[in-house]
C-alpha cells in the first residue's frame, strides 16, 4: 500500500492537518501513525 501523506501523531494538530489535506484533495491516500492506543485523546 502506498501513501500520498503521512501523518506523524494522531494528536490535534495531525488530525486536523490530515483532515484539511483530505478537504484539499478527497483522492489523497491518507495515513495517519499514532503511537498510543487512541487519536485524539486529551
Ligand atoms: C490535560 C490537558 C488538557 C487540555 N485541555 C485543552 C482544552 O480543553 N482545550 C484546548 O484547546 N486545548 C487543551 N489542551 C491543549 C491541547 O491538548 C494541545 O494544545 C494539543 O493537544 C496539541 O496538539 P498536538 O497535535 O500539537 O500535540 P498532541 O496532542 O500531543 O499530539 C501528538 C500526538 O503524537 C503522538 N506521537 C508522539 N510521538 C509519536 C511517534 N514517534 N509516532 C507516532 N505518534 C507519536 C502522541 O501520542 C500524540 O497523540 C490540553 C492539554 C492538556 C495536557
Not at 6 to 23: D, H, L
Amino acid at each position: 500500500m502506498t501513501y500520498d501523506v503521512i501523518v506523524i501523531g494522531g494528536g490535534a494538530a495531525g488530525f486536523f492537518g490530515a483532515i484539511q489535506a483530505a478537504a484539499f484533495n478527497p483522492k489523497l491516500k491518507i495515513l495517519i501513525l499514532e503511537k498510543s492506543a487512541r487519536c485524539y485523546k486529551k
